[in-house]
């Protein structure tokens, strides 16, 4: 079968969203029997690479994964030096640095591959946009190259409102979805009724990357308004790295509110299931910024399989993740007293609780990686040289 490339400035080490999705949809679609490979930056040593993995062929690249006009030029110099193997094989691009060194490389005259499927998570396409050369140079490329698949509806209507795609409409869907082992340990879990921390403490959990778009400090804000009796009972658990000043705002917020916070840093992928069965509920606030928005949410779904229900902003693409009053509670985006009062009707009640979270397991399992790296490798496999 022909090759199916999936280019990424980010992958691991790195962690984040779409390290994850690359990580998981080609795993999904090598399991699946296509020659799907990744690649990828070799981080200029600023990042411990991991071993090759025999499963899934990656290859790296000389370029730093930064998004300065260096960090591009250079993967884009990569991209050329490949030329001749993209030559006849479908490219996905699938970050918004693959996007930017393939739109540097046609303005350029240097060329593009001729087979591509664009793939868009939602903040690329704002930074696309928004930002003055890849505004002029990115139409023209994606008139020549006018096949697109989005990791959700939300993003295909962004995609439409972008006027990026001459038919956005026809935008493929494949969204996240939970790892098959993190599923896998989640029914373990529940299958052998693992303990829970019972120790009559109240454990609101985020996963996310510390910053801004996510919505820490909103969440600690909302916590401090929390009545007495479920303030004094509250831990607020953060899972993640990131922008440490952003962090150190939120630890001070919560420590003059009186709100136990917890900052659990970069948790291993075998422990992240124990903390995430281990808390009352799950809340991220993402909130949308000029250049960055919430295209989906994976996190939602990981919670919701460990069956904890969700609160969340009704921002971007989190109605796609969490089902409003069936999965868990969306309210108004900076909305912080309708935040409080969400977090306040499901830390008192945990029949609702445990309403939520049943139906959260199921809308969790629904979503597959195979489905959506069946879409993108037959959609790649399908184009023709342009």
Same mark, same amino acid.
């Given at each position: 079968?022909?090759?199916?490339?999936?280019?990424? #400035?980010?992958?691991?080490?790195?962690?984040?969203?779409?390290?994850?999705?690359?990580?998981?949809?080609?795993?999904?679609?090598?399991?699946?029997?296509?020659?799907?490979?990744?690649?990828?930056?070799?981080?200029?040593? %600023?990042?411990?690479?991991?071993?090759?993995?025999?499963?899934?062929?990656?290859? %790296?690249?000389?370029?730093?994964?930064?998004?300065?006009?260096?960090?591009?030029?250079?993967?884009?110099?990569?991209?050329?030096?490949?030329?001749?193997?993209?030559?006849?094989?479908?490219?996905?691009?699938?970050?918004?640095?693959?996007?930017?060194?393939?739109?540097?490389?046609?303005?350029?005259?240097?060329?593009?591959?001729?087979?591509?499927?664009?793939?868009?998570?939602?903040?690329?396409?704002?930074?696309?946009?928004?930002?003055?050369?890849?505004?002029?140079?990115?139409?023209?490329?994606?008139? &020549?190259?006018? #096949?697109?698949?989005?990791?959700?509806?939300?993003?295909?209507?962004?995609?439409?409102?972008?006027?990026?795609?001459?038919?956005?409409?026809?935008?493929?869907?494949?969204?996240?979805?939970?790892?098959?082992?993190?599923?896998? &340990?989640?029914?373990?879990?529940?299958?052998?009724?693992?303990?829970?921390?019972?120790?009559? %403490?109240?454990?609101?959990?985020?996963?996310?990357?510390?910053?801004?778009?996510?919505?820490?400090?909103?969440?600690?804000?909302?916590?401090?308004?929390?009545?007495?009796?479920?303030?004094? &009972?509250?831990?607020?658990?953060?899972?993640?790295?990131?922008?440490?000043?952003?962090? %150190?705002?939120?630890?001070?917020?919560?420590?003059?509110?009186?709100?136990?916070?917890?900052?659990?840093?970069?948790?291993?992928?075998?422990?992240?299931?124990?903390?995430?069965?281990?808390?009352?509920?799950?809340?991220?606030?993402?909130?949308?910024?000029?250049?960055?928005?919430?295209?989906?949410?994976?996190?939602?779904?990981?919670?919701?399989?460990?069956?904890?229900?969700?609160?969340?902003?009704?921002?971007?693409?989190?109605?796609?993740?969490? &089902?409003?009053?069936?999965?868990?509670?969306?309210?108004?985006?900076?909305?912080?007293?309708?935040?409080?009062?969400?977090?306040?009707?499901?830390?008192?009640?945990?029949?609702?609780?445990?309403?939520?979270?049943? @139906?959260?397991?199921?809308? @969790?399992?629904?979503?597959?990686?195979?489905?959506?790296?069946?879409?993108?490798?037959?959609?790649?496999? @399908?184009?023709? @040289?342009?």
């Amino acid at each position: 079968m022909q090759p199916v490339f999936f280019l990424t #400035h980010e992958f691991a080490p790195f962690r984040g969203g779409v390290a994850t999705y690359v990580e998981q949809c080609v795993h999904a679609a090598r399991r699946l029997g296509y020659d799907a490979r990744v690649v990828t930056v070799d981080y200029r040593g %600023r990042r411990e690479l991991p071993p090759p993995e025999q499963d899934m062929p990656v290859l %790296r690249l000389p370029a730093s994964g930064r998004l300065s006009p260096a960090g591009i030029l250079a993967l884009a110099r990569g991209f050329f030096g490949l030329r001749k193997t993209f030559a006849d094989a479908p490219v996905v691009p699938i970050s918004v640095g693959a996007h930017l060194a393939l739109v540097l490389l046609a303005a350029s005259g240097a060329g593009s591959p001729r087979r591509v499927l664009n793939f868009f998570h939602g903040s690329d396409i704002l930074r696309l946009i928004r930002r003055p050369w890849p505004a002029w140079a990115a139409f023209p490329f994606y008139r &020549r190259h006018p #096949h697109f698949a989005v990791a959700s509806s939300y993003v295909r209507t962004l995609l439409a409102g972008s006027g990026l795609a001459p038919h956005p409409e026809t935008a493929l869907l494949a969204p996240c979805a939970c790892a098959p082992t993190l599923l896998q &340990r989640a029914t373990d879990m529940a299958l052998a009724n693992a303990p829970v921390k019972n120790d009559g %403490r109240l454990r609101v959990l985020t996963v996310a990357r510390i910053h801004p778009r996510k919505g820490q400090l909103e969440l600690a804000r909302a916590l401090a308004n929390l009545p007495e009796n479920l303030r004094r &009972r509250l831990i607020y658990q953060l899972v993640g790295e990131g922008d440490d000043a952003y962090l %150190r705002s939120v630890q001070t917020y919560c420590q003059g509110a009186g709100v136990a916070c917890e900052h659990l840093g970069a948790v291993a992928d075998d422990e992240l299931p124990a903390i995430y069965r281990a808390c009352t509920l799950f809340a991220m606030t993402s909130r949308s910024l000029p250049q960055s928005v919430e295209g989906f949410g994976i996190a939602y779904l990981e919670a919701a399989a460990f069956s904890r229900p969700v609160i969340a902003f009704r921002s971007g693409g989190t109605a796609e993740a969490v &089902r409003d009053g069936e999965t868990g509670l969306l309210v108004a985006e900076n909305d912080l007293p309708a935040l409080t009062a969400a977090l306040t009707t499901l830390l008192s009640n945990e029949a609702l609780r445990a309403r939520l979270g049943a @139906a959260g397991q199921a809308f @969790a399992r629904t979503f597959s990686w195979e489905k959506s790296a069946r879409v993108l490798c037959d959609a790649a496999l @399908a184009l023709t @040289a342009s």
